[in-house]
C-alpha cells in the first residue's frame, strides 16, 4: 500500500538476526597460484621455487589443512618492505615487470633500457633506507651480566635469540625461554654414540639435537613430533610429524628408512571397523580410512 509520512504503521513481527563476519581463507598452493596468474605475476615456472623459498625461509609455514600461514618473520619483512619499498611489492609494479620480460624474450624491447631504469632509482633509494631504517628490537627488562648493557631481543638466521645491545664490544647471548622450553623437554636426551647429553640446536632448517661433547662428537638427531600412535606397519617404531622437502606436513614412521609408513593426513589413533586401517583427519576435521579402497568415514 501507498504510505505517507505521517501514517502510523501496525507491529507485526520483529525478527532479531546476528551474522559476524568470517575472515577470508588462508591460501593453500594452488589457491596462491590461482591469484598470482590473475594478477600476471610469475610465470608458471616460477611458482613452486617462489613458494618453495618463503616456506625455506621461515616467512610461512603449512597447517594440517595445507594452507599457507604467516611466521614471525614473514610478518616482519613484509611491514618492513611495505612502510619502505611500497612500489616494489605493488601488485601493479612486478605485473608490470613481468610484461616488460616478456616483451624482451619476444626481441620487442632491449633489456638494458629496461634494467637501467629500474635499477638506478632503485639502488638510490635501498642506499637512503639502509642508513634511514633503524633495527626495532624488543627490550627485555634485565641487563647484559657481563657488560650491564640492555638485553634485546634479536632476529637471527635461525630465529630469535637474546643478545646485548652493546654488541659488538659484547658477545653475550642467552637462550629464549621458547628454546630454554625446548631444552627442558629433551633433557633426558643421551648421545648413542659417546654418552654425553645432546642439546638443543638451531640450524637453517630448525630445531635439532647435538651432542653437548662437539667436536669431538657430531652427532645429531632430529627433534620428532610424536603423535603418540605406534606404526601400524613395522609394529616397533612411532608415527611423527615430518616434512618433505617442498614443506609438506606429513606423516610417518620414525624408523624409516628401515619402514617407509607415510600419510599425508593426522591420524587420530582409531583404527578403520572395516579393514582395520588407521583413521584419519580430514580437512574439515572429520575422520576417514586412511587405506584408499576403503570409503568408511564418520
Given at each position: 500500500?501507498?504510505l505517507i509520512?505521517?501514517d502510523n504503521?501496525?507491529?507485526?513481527e520483529?525478527?532479531?538476526?546476528?551474522?559476524?563476519?568470517?575472515?577470508?581463507p588462508?591460501?593453500?598452493?594452488?589457491?596462491?597460484?590461482?591469484v598470482?596468474?590473475?594478477?600476471?605475476?610469475?610465470?608458471?615456472?616460477?611458482?613452486a621455487?617462489?613458494?618453495?623459498?618463503?616456506?625455506?625461509?621461515?616467512?610461512?609455514?603449512?597447517?594440517?589443512?595445507?594452507?599457507?600461514?604467516?611466521?614471525?618473520?614473514?610478518?616482519?619483512?613484509?611491514?618492513m618492505?611495505?612502510?619502505?619499498f611500497?612500489?616494489?611489492v605493488?601488485?601493479?609494479?612486478?605485473?608490470?615487470?613481468?610484461?616488460?620480460f616478456?616483451e624482451?624474450a619476444?626481441?620487442?624491447?632491449?633489456?638494458?633500457?629496461?634494467?637501467k631504469?629500474?635499477?638506478?632509482p632503485?639502488?638510490?633509494?635501498?642506499?637512503?633506507?639502509?642508513?634511514?631504517?633503524?633495527?626495532?628490537?624488543?627490550?627485555?627488562?634485565?641487563k647484559?651480566?657481563?657488560?650491564?648493557?640492555e638485553?634485546?631481543?634479536k632476529?637471527?638466521?635461525?630465529?630469535?635469540?637474546?643478545a646485548?645491545?652493546?654488541?659488538?664490544?659484547?658477545?653475550y647471548t642467552?637462550?629464549?625461554?621458547?628454546?630454554?622450553?625446548?631444552d627442558?623437554?629433551?633433557?633426558?636426551?643421551?648421545?648413542e654414540i659417546?654418552g654425553a647429553?645432546?642439546?638443543?640446536?638451531?640450524?637453517?632448517?630448525?630445531?635439532?639435537?647435538?651432542?653437548?661433547?662437539?667436536?669431538?662428537?657430531?652427532?645429531?638427531?632430529?627433534?620428532?613430533?610424536?603423535?603418540?600412535?605406534?606404526?601400524?606397519?613395522c609394529?616397533e617404531?612411532?608415527?611423527?610429524e615430518?616434512k618433505?622437502?617442498?614443506?609438506?606436513?606429513?606423516?610417518?614412521?620414525?624408523q624409516?628408512?628401515?619402514?617407509?609408513?607415510?600419510l599425508?593426513n593426522?591420524p587420530?589413533?582409531e583404527?578403520?571397523?572395516?579393514?582395520?586401517?588407521?583413521l584419519?583427519?580430514?580437512a574439515?576435521?572429520?575422520?576417514?580410512?586412511?587405506?584408499?579402497?576403503?570409503k568408511?568415514?564418520?
Amino acid at each position: 500500500p501507498k504510505l505517507i509520512k505521517v501514517d502510523n504503521l501496525e507491529l507485526v513481527e520483529v525478527s532479531p538476526s546476528q551474522k559476524s563476519t568470517t575472515p577470508p581463507p588462508r591460501y593453500s598452493e594452488a589457491s596462491l597460484v590461482k591469484v598470482l596468474e590473475e594478477n600476471g605475476i610469475g610465470r608458471p615456472s616460477t611458482y613452486a621455487p617462489t613458494i618453495s623459498t618463503i616456506i625455506e625461509r621461515k616467512y610461512v609455514e603449512k597447517n594440517e589443512e595445507k594452507k599457507l600461514y604467516p611466521l614471525e618473520t614473514g610478518l616482519l619483512v613484509n611491514d618492513m618492505l611495505v612502510e619502505h619499498f611500497p612500489e616494489i611489492v605493488d601488485i601493479n609494479f612486478t605485473a608490470t615487470i613481468e610484461k616488460d620480460f616478456d616483451e624482451i624474450a619476444e626481441g620487442k624491447r632491449k633489456w638494458p633500457p629496461v634494467i637501467k631504469a629500474f635499477y638506478k632509482p632503485f639502488s638510490s633509494h635501498l642506499k637512503a633506507k639502509e642508513k634511514e631504517v633503524e633495527k626495532k628490537h624488543e627490550k627485555l627488562d634485565r641487563k647484559c651480566p657481563e657488560c650491564k648493557g640492555e638485553l634485546i631481543i634479536k632476529f637471527g638466521r635461525f630465529g630469535k635469540f637474546i643478545a646485548c645491545s652493546n654488541y659488538p664490544k659484547c658477545k653475550y647471548t642467552e637462550k629464549t625461554e621458547e628454546e630454554k622450553k625446548a631444552d627442558e623437554l629433551h633433557k633426558n636426551e643421551t648421545c648413542e654414540i659417546c654418552g654425553a647429553p645432546m642439546t638443543v640446536k638451531r640450524g637453517k632448517f630448525g630445531a635439532f639435537l647435538g651432542c653437548s661433547n662437539f667436536p669431538e662428537c657430531k652427532n645429531i638427531k632430529k627433534i620428532e613430533n610424536k603423535t603418540g600412535i605406534k606404526c601400524p606397519k613395522c609394529l616397533e617404531g612411532d608415527i611423527v610429524e615430518r616434512k618433505s622437502k617442498k614443506g609438506w606436513i606429513f606423516y610417518g614412521c620414525n624408523q624409516y628408512p628401515k619402514c617407509d609408513f607415510a600419510l599425508w593426513n593426522k591420524p587420530n589413533g582409531e583404527k578403520c571397523p572395516k579393514c582395520q586401517s588407521l583413521l584419519i583427519f580430514t580437512a574439515k576435521n572429520k575422520l576417514k580410512c586412511s587405506n584408499s579402497e576403503c570409503k568408511f568415514e564418520k
